[in-house]
């Protein structure tokens, strides 16, 4: 029982590069989502999936997107990379509903030069 | 005013030590609550969910205040492994799925 995944754990572009950071989880949950964390700004919502085939924007979606692939996978696009999207990502899921837990996964570190 | 408050320290203690943290909240509608624990360069955890009669776990005593809108984390003889980021969580009510996370509490235990 691996919890959650994401794939690549650190990864440098250039400006206007385009890349997919993978996320899948093997607990069953319904809902997953997306953050980023940036120092002293804690963690930001940028979408969420509430179940599969669902998708919706957060706190900070510009410059993203996502696609929930099937209940387990749930991808998050950078379709022009800029520099204000260097950060920690994490992807998380959780069982659906208000009071249930988020797991997460190890996240993956992101530098555009 | 914020929806999650937390005070981001550093709280610097000596190993042995008691320390508290609190955690303002403010939807008073709010359906649940939890303490995460963030290493340095990890992925958050959960440490323990907080529940209205108040919990314990080993040195760890989560409590909630529902008139105040806060919540608190006890942590009685601290320990060098202590040391890391403490993240309160508050889930809304409704239909919303998305929790509201504190920007976090730094906690330092030294020798």
């Known amino acids: 029982n691996a919890g959650v995944t994401q794939t690549p754990k650190f990864q440098v572009l250039k400006t206007g590069q385009s890349m997919t950071l993978q996320c899948a989880q093997d607990?069953?949950?319904?809902?997953m989502y997306w953050y980023r964390q940036d120092p002293g700004m804690g963690l930001r919502l940028i979408y969420y999936?509430?179940?599969?085939?669902?998708?919706d924007k957060g706190e900070v979606p510009n410059g993203y997107n996502v696609s929930r692939l099937n209940k387990r996978e749930f991808s998050l696009r950078l379709e022009s990379a800029a520099p204000s999207q260097t950060s920690v990502y994490f992807c998380?899921?959780?069982?659906?509903?208000?009071?249930?837990?988020?797991?997460f996964g190890p996240g993956t570190r992101l530098t555009v030069t | 005013r914020k929806e999650v408050e937390q005070d981001p320290g550093p709280f610097n203690v000596p190993e042995g030590a008691t320390v508290a943290f609190n955690c303002t909240y403010s939807n008073s509608a709010s359906q649940s609550f939890f303490w995460y624990r963030q290493d340095c360069r990890k992925e958050p955890k959960l440490l323990m969910s907080?529940?209205?009669s108040g919990n314990e776990d080993g040195r760890f005593t989560a409590q909630l205040n529902r008139a105040s809108q806060y919540i608190s984390l006890l942590i009685r003889d601290s320990k060098l492994s202590d040391s890391a980021t403490y993240l309160c969580v508050v889930n809304p009510p409704g239909g919303s799925y998305i929790p509201t996370f504190g920007r976090g509490t730094s906690l330092i235990v030294h020798p």
């Open positions: 907080v529940y209205s």
């Open positions: 607990m069953n949950h319904n809902s």
């Open positions: 998380a899921s959780s069982v659906t509903g208000q009071l249930y837990e988020q797991y």
């Open positions: 999936s509430a179940s599969e085939g669902t998708t």
